[in-house]
């Protein structure tokens, strides 16, 4: 599932006339990067919640043949992560799937694939993806968790920071969500709720992370995505 759902305010004006998922980067739409990465993991069918402007991401993804696209509509209402994944369950299936943010982009692209590889239902809720805070681009905070050596997550809590980031990509079992309320809520509380349990686990990605949460953001991700491409091209 992608969440597409957001008004994108921190990235007005760019966002005056167009959801945050068409915003462009590099050329390409931010909707596109993250389907290019699902599809190269082997990702066939996507959910994609759709609110702001949705007249015309609709129109941008029907022109996705590669992949099947499946909407979920928050027309009427902006439910946020958790409350998106609980209007989208029905649509979502049985099996463990993968929850993307909008706004991530990452230069690893082999990290879908570890995450995937990771999972192991006998011990995990949801896995997460993240990345140490110094190989992150446009992220600004004191980073989210520390990570056992079993890879069992824990919150940076009261401590003034933690060394990893959260990249907006997890993994999770979907029929956990049927407990979930089908209110606007965030889906932090149900993480920490895992975490308790010891079933909050991560996976740490090479490369560099992208949070493209704004223009200057955008800019930075810009010129980053093209010294990389400068830099496969002389490889």
């Known amino acids: 599932m992608v969440l597409a759902a957001g008004l994108g305010?921190?990235?007005?004006?760019?966002?005056?006339?167009?959801?945050?998922?068409?915003?462009?980067?590099?050329?390409r739409t931010l909707i596109d990067h993250v389907l290019d990465r699902l599809k190269a993991a082997g990702i066939a069918r996507v959910v994609v919640n759709v609110h702001a402007h949705a007249d015309q991401l609709e129109g941008h993804l029907a022109g996705r043949t590669d992949l099947e696209v499946i909407i979920s509509d928050e027309r009427g209402g902006l439910l946020e992560t958790g409350g998106g994944l609980k209007k989208a369950r029905p649509l979502l299936g049985n099996e463990p799937i993968l929850v993307a943010n909008i706004d991530s982009v990452w230069t690893d692209e082999a990290a879908l694939g570890r995450l995937i590889e990771a999972w192991d239902p006998a011990r995990m809720d949801d896995l997460l993806l993240t990345i140490p805070v110094d190989r992150a681009l446009g992220f600004d905070g004191p980073g989210d968790f520390f990570r056992g050596e079993d890879g069992a997550l824990r919150h940076r809590g009261e401590a003034a920071a933690?060394?990893?980031?959260?990249?907006?990509?997890?993994?999770?079992?979907?029929?956990?969500?049927?407990?979930?309320?089908?209110?606007?809520?965030?889906?932090?509380?149900?993480?920490?709720?895992?975490?308790?349990?010891?079933?909050?686990?991560?996976?740490?990605?090479?490369g560099e992370w992208m949070h493209v949460g704004d223009p200057a953001a955008r800019e930075a991700a810009e010129a980053r995505l093209a010294q990389e491409a400068r830099t496969k091209d002389r490889v």
């Open 9 to 27: 305010t921190r990235m007005r004006p760019l966002t005056d006339d167009r959801p945050k998922a068409m915003v462009e980067l590099a050329g």
């Open 162 to 206: 933690a060394p990893l980031a959260h990249m907006g990509v997890h993994m999770i079992d979907p029929r956990l969500i049927d407990a979930w309320p089908g209110h606007r809520h965030g889906i932090f509380d149900h993480w920490m709720a895992m975490a308790a349990r010891c079933r909050l686990f991560g996976v740490i990605a090479e």
